[in-house]
């Protein structure tokens, strides 16, 4: 049985192991250690109910062991909820491999990581995340089949992605202004590289009016010719005249700060972690009548995208399916009007619900 509970809401730091896995109601956790490789990592496996536990690989150079336990905790549940809401029979996992990625990385430690995965049977499915590369799962894939994102395979994600974020942000604007079309709509888009540009092309498209900007100078020249869009300064974003602001580029960039400073109606981006403060400005979005699109909801394209590959199906299929995301934002904005509770909250609502609801589904004898 689920309970909504905010990561804010638990301590998760200086309890033992299993009472870590508790909090979130965790199914299994897989320790791997290999002295030959120095291979040192965990697979974290939150929830199979709906199906294999699929959630990329993180290298990171974590401080201390503690720290990744609770990283690989909080993201594989995480992966539950994004999986669960995007509608896939898929559950939530992630593993975190502990090291510096420029540093520890070989043939040898990613084949004995591929190793452990494939000791699991395919309970747990990996795919790339931050450290990692797609030579590197060639590397994984050597060892067991249960790994997505290969080179050659669904290919880049950012399209899907972009095709997500665009209809839900059009779902908001249905709700925010009595109609989706975003014609002459000022949105403004914070970071223009894979998934940002895609959807630039999507809103010129449509005539919305648009603002971008980017730490880099040529692609952000580039795509304000290409289509349009007009340059703003990387801080001054905050301050436009906007109704949508899209965060295509880094996390917590809605925070105590910068609500002071947005005059848009509705947040819908790609990025994750948008909210600094889940909890905290989950609830000050919603007070200032701000629709805010939950990033996992949203973004959902890219999961979406190694499904098709996960299940051998077309490409196509993948875009086809992010439109979907129009109705699941659409769901959660009006359940978040109707019962006063933040996107976020109802977004977890929802996720769980399908869960318990799939859950109860017994197989005839
Ligand atoms: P990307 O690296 O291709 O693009 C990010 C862009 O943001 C780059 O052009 C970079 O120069 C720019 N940027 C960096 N710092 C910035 C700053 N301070 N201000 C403005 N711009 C800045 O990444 P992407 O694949 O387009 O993904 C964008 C975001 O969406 C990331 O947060 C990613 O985690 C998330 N996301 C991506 C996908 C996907 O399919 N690619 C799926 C889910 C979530």
Known sequence: MFEVKDIAEVNLADNPVLSQMGQFNHEQLVFCNDNETGLKAIIGIHNTVLGPALGGTRIW???????????????????????????????????????????????????????????????????????????????????????????????????????????????????????????????????????????????????????????????????????????????????IDMDIYAPCALGATVNDETLNRLKCSIIAGSANNQLKDETKHGKLVMEKGIIYAPDYAINAGGVINVYSEFKGLDPEWSLQNAENIYTTIEQIVKRSKEENIPTYKIANKIAEERIESVGKIKLPR
């Open 61 to 239: 150079a974590y401080n201390n062991e503690m720290e990744a336990l609770n990283d690989v905790l909080r993201l594989s549940r995480g992966m539950t909820y994004k999986n669960s809401l995007a509608g896939l029979n898929l559950g939530g996992g992630k593993a975190v491999i502990i090291g510096d990625s420029k540093k520890i990385k070989s043939e040898a430690l990613m084949r004995r990581f591929g190793k452990f995965v494939n000791s699991l049977s395919g309970k747990y499915i990996t795919a790339e995340d931050v450290g990692i590369n797609p030579q590197d799962m060639v590397f994984v894939n050597m060892e067991t089949d249960h790994v997505v994102g290969l080179p050659g395979k669904s290919g880049d994600p950012s399209p899907v992605t972009a095709k997500g974020v665009y209809v839900g942000m059009k779902a908001c604007a249905k709700q925010q202004f009595g109609t989706d079309s975003l014609a002459g709509k000022k949105v403004a888009v914070q970071g223009v590289g894979h998934v940002g540009e895609y959807l630039v092309s999507f809103l010129a498209k449509e005539g919305a009016e648009i603002y971008i900007t980017d730490v880099y100078e040529p692609t952000l020249k580039r795509v304000a010719s290409e289509y349009g869009a007009k340059v703003v300064g990387l801080d001054e974003i905050y301050d």
